[in-house]
């Protein structure tokens, strides 16, 4: 299944790439198994999603958790939680 990963603040500077194409492989379900695999992509992907409990994610626009389905999904973006002051 091909899907649209977007990365946001320092997730973006992390993996190096603001966004990409991927195809997922046929185990990844959910969005914890998509972090899970991303983390296996290299060393910059792994420091990206060190700490996975910190990542925050929407599947087609729409905030989801970790256990949120992503089959059928066009669109996945994982950001860091939001602080403001």
Do not use: C
């Not at 969005?31 to 420091?47: F, P, Q, S």
């Amino acid at each position: 299944m091909d899907v649209t990963i977007k990365y946001f603040a320092w997730m973006r500077e992390r993996v190096g790439v603001p966004e990409e194409r991927v195809a997922l492989p046929a185990h990844v379900a959910t969005v914890a198994d998509v972090v899970a695999w991303l983390a296996t992509r290299g060393e910059n992907y792994a420091a990206a999603f060190a700490k996975p409990h910190l990542v925050r994610a929407a599947v087609d626009q729409i905030h989801a958790s970790h256990e949120t389905t992503v089959l059928g999904a066009r669109e996945i973006a994982f950001f860091p939680p939001v602080t403001g002051g």
